[in-house]
C-alpha cells in the first residue's frame, strides 16, 4: 500500500501530524509527534510505502522539524527494511 502525504506549505508541527493523520491510518489516539509516528510505523504492512511530497516546501520555520521527521523516518526504516518511506 502506498501512502502520500503533502507537505507543501505547512506551517507548524500540528500541521505537519494533522496532514500525517489525513493521510496514513493512524489510531483514533495517535500522539501528534514523532515518538507516536514511530510507533504506528512500526505497526505497519510489509511492503508500505509512504512518500512525502513538498518536504522542502514547508514554512521557513518547519525545516527543522522536518528534518527530524526525516531522520526519524530513516531510523524507523534501517529497524523495518519492509517500510519505504521516500521525501520528495
Not at 502520500?4 to 496532514?19: K, M, P, Q, V, W
Not at 493521510?23 to 514511530?38: I, K, Q, R, S
Request: hydrophobic share 30%; proline share 5%; glycine share 6%.
Amino acid at each position: 500500500m502506498t501512502y502520500t502525504i503533502d507537505l507543501y506549505g505547512a506551517e507548524s508541527r500540528a500541521e505537519i501530524h494533522e496532514r500525517i493523520r489525513r493521510g496514513l491510518p493512524v489510531p483514533e489516539y495517535y500522539g501528534n509527534n514523532l515518538d507516536a509516528l514511530h510507533d504506528v510505523l512500526t505497526e505497519c504492512a510489509d511492503g508500505t510505502e509512504i512518500i512525502f511530497e513538498n518536504s522542502s516546501e514547508t514554512a521557513p520555520n518547519m525545516q527543522g522539524y522536518v528534518e527530524a521527521l526525516r531522520w526519524m523516518c530513516s531510523e524507523t526504516t534501517e529497524e523495518y527494511p519492509e517500510i519505504q518511506i521516500e521525501f520528495k
